[in-house]
């Protein structure tokens, strides 16, 4: 595949953990899948994952187009996908599918549903979770060419799909927005693209600086820093994948760290998997080391306040007054140590002006931890987009 490429959209694969509501799986079956791509062009290519599963899945058809309306597509739009120009396509246990390019016309910010045709029996072990976008699934059958296909079902979830790639100028390059649920968008409006790194590309059109950037969405809902016990690989083992894994990345935006504090002590992790200041500045290092030895830029966020999180719930001892002492401590090292290029401060953005250490009520979802529609595009408007220059060019960070 010749060009210059750039990932325009993206979703992290996930294992499937027990405490998700998920589908067994798909037989004779059409998912229509949409995502709002971030920089637009002419020729594009879809990336499928497998990474997770011990079965292999058949796709008999697959289709790319722009999409319209309550999961339909626009006339005339459709175009369908080949891999090594075959039409059918296996994805192995364990391994990624790229699809030949295609040409087609969809401009920045522009919504593109791929449909996947399930020949066989596919069984759903890698996933995206929390996609905060309806998925479309047909009755039995192949509708990949349908503008509007007969619906057996819905879901706010991704399957196999983990990027839309687009073929552009030699100049251009990506923003990783690596993080956990709070870079997935949890808690914003489902269909309305309302997450942060959704309003940050919105910032970047708006300027008239998409035209030469992407902006990837790689968080992962639950995700820590170091473990990988669920809610996917931890940010330490996936880092290959989702950002030195992918073409032409020039900053990575990396919001991570308060799963980390939250977790041990809770249904989800003992208190042996607590983790101390220490923890978490050794990891933010490795993984700001790894990404300067490729001249990728690093803009670190401030760790977001969750003070009453999941109050009245199982949940509720996510937080307490030592892990408020930790997340405090981490931010402050962001805030006078990291070696990352630049430091956001979504905590001090987002801290209720009564209480510091809790969000504050119109930025809250509901939840204690993670931000409504409005809070979301309080973390976006926090970006100077300056940042998002041509590559660093800043020495390898020494390992401590």
């Known amino acids: 595949m010749t060009g210059h490429w750039i990932g325009t959209w993206a979703a992290s694969p996930m294992n499937v953990w027990p405490g998700d509501a998920v589908l067994y799986g798909f037989h004779n079956q059409t998912v229509r899948q949409v995502v709002r791509i971030s920089k637009g062009g002419t020729r594009f290519c879809v990336r499928l994952s497998n990474e997770h599963g011990s079965d292999p899945i058949d796709i008999g058809a697959a289709s790319i187009a722009r999409a319209a309306d309550g999961g339909s597509i626009e006339g005339g739009s459709l175009r369908r996908l080949t891999f090594g120009g075959s039409r059918a396509a296996r994805i192995l246990p364990g391994a990624p599918l790229l699809s030949d390019p295609v040409e087609l016309a969809a401009g920045d910010l522009c919504d593109v549903a791929v449909s996947l045709y399930f020949s066989g029996f596919a069984p759903i072990q890698t996933y995206h979770y929390e996609a ?40 251009s390059r990506s923003i990783v927005c690596f993080g956990d649920s709070i870079t997935d968008g949890f808690g914003s409006t489902v269909d309305a693209n309302a997450r942060w790194p959704d309003r940050l590309a919105e910032r970047l059109s708006a300027a008239g600086l998409l035209g030469r950037l992407g902006v990837l969405n790689h968080g992962i809902g639950g995700n820590r820093v170091t473990a990988s016990r669920a809610r996917g690989a931890s940010a330490l ?51 700001i080391a790894r990404a300067h030895m490729r001249r990728i830029k690093v803009i670190q966020g401030t760790l977001t306040p969750c003070a009453g999180a999941f109050a009245g719930e199982a ?13 405090r401590s981490v931010n402050d090292w962001i805030r006078a140590s990291s070696p990352a290029d630049a430091v956001i401060d979504f905590d001090r953005a987002l801290a209720d002006p009564k209480d510091s250490s809790r969000i504050r009520p119109e930025f809250d979802c509901g939840d204690g931890l993670h931000p409504s529609d409005a809070g979301y595009k309080a973390m976006a408007d926090l970006f100077d987009l300056d940042l998002f220059g041509p590559p660093t060019t800043q020495a390898i960070e020494a390992l401590p």
């Open 132 to 171: 905060q976008q309806t998925a479309y699934i047909s009755d039995y059958g192949e509708f990949v060419h349908a503008e509007r296909m007969p619906l057996q079902q819905t879901s706010t979830s991704r399957y196999f799909l983990t990027a839309v790639l687009v073929e552009c100028e030699a100049d």
């Open 237 to 287: 083992a996936r880092f290959d994948r989702d950002v030195l894994g992918l073409p032409n990345v020039g900053q990575m935006v990396l919001l991570e760290g308060i799963n980390d504090i939250g977790w041990p002590g809770t249904m989800l992790a003992g208190p042996a998997e607590a983790v101390s200041l220490e923890d978490l500045v050794g990891s933010y290092r490795q993984l």
């Open 315 to 327: 949940l509720r001892t996510f937080h307490s007054p030592e892990k408020e002492r930790v997340r």
